[in-house]
């Protein structure tokens, strides 16, 4: 527990308010971010940053202090972003979005770049595998599974359904 009694952090996504709930089982707010119509949270790996999507913008946070510097509000999709998946180190995070498009963003500049785009399919969910490779997937409204490596598809599986989201596990041994 951290010195400011943030036992289990809670986000809810109506204006980006963050809760905490206390020692005595009660939520109280915490941090308010005027944030509207936020569709898509996630914390980086370290819990220091979470990224929130709004709209076809993603503005990343400083969990402890609220900040959210103007190279941290990240635009240039073109449609509303429907997935975030931070990367391992922290650096920066892969998103997707309702156009079929899935982009890299580095924090260090903020600058996004295009890894794959299917236009007429709304991608739902999209992850990174590191190996040897960078490996991405995502799953989309075409009921695929797909494998990206260096912007290429390397393959795609027929899910024989939409899938929603995708998720591995910490060690990357299980999708």
Same mark, same amino acid.
């Given at each position: 527990?951290?010195?400011? *009694? !943030?036992?289990?952090?809670?986000?809810?996504? *109506?204006? &980006?308010?963050?809760?905490?709930?206390?020692?005595?089982?009660? %939520?109280?707010?915490?941090?308010?971010?005027?944030? $509207?119509?936020?569709?898509?949270?996630?914390?980086?790996? *370290? &819990?220091?940053?979470?990224?929130?999507?709004? *709209?076809?913008?993603?503005?990343?946070?400083?969990?402890?202090? &609220?900040?959210?510097?103007?190279?941290?509000?990240?635009?240039?999709?073109?449609?509303?972003?429907?997935?975030?998946?931070?990367?391992? #180190? #922290?650096?920066?995070?892969?998103?997707?979005?309702?156009?079929?498009? %899935?982009?890299?963003?580095?924090? $260090?500049?903020?600058?996004? +770049?295009?890894?794959?785009?299917?236009?007429?399919?709304?991608?739902?969910?999209?992850? +990174? %595998?590191?190996? $040897?490779?960078?490996?991405?997937?995502?799953?989309?409204?075409?009921?695929? !599974?797909?494998? !990206?490596? #260096?912007?290429?598809?390397?393959?795609?599986?027929?899910?024989?359904?939409?899938?929603?989201? %995708?998720? !591995?596990?910490?060690?990357?041994?299980?999708?």
């Amino acid at each position: 527990q951290a010195e400011d *009694g !943030i036992r289990y952090p809670l986000w809810s996504r *109506g204006l &980006g308010d963050v809760y905490k709930r206390q020692i005595d089982k009660r %939520i109280v707010a915490y941090k308010e971010f005027a944030l $509207k119509s936020c569709k898509e949270i996630r914390f980086c790996t *370290g &819990g220091h940053m979470v990224a929130a999507a709004s *709209g076809n913008t993603i503005h990343v946070f400083n969990f402890y202090t &609220g900040e959210c510097p103007p190279n941290f509000i990240l635009k240039g999709q073109d449609t509303n972003i429907t997935s975030i998946y931070w990367m391992s #180190d #922290d650096t920066g995070f892969l998103s997707a979005n309702w156009n079929g498009t %899935i982009e890299r963003w580095k924090l $260090k500049d903020g600058t996004g +770049e295009v890894l794959f785009s299917l236009k007429g399919t709304k991608m739902n969910s999209v992850l +990174e %595998i590191l190996d $040897k490779d960078r490996w991405v997937y995502a799953v989309a409204s075409d009921k695929q !599974i797909k494998e !990206i490596k #260096d912007k290429t598809p390397a393959r795609m599986m027929d899910a024989g359904v939409v899938l929603g989201d %995708i998720i !591995i596990t910490r060690k990357q041994h299980y999708m």
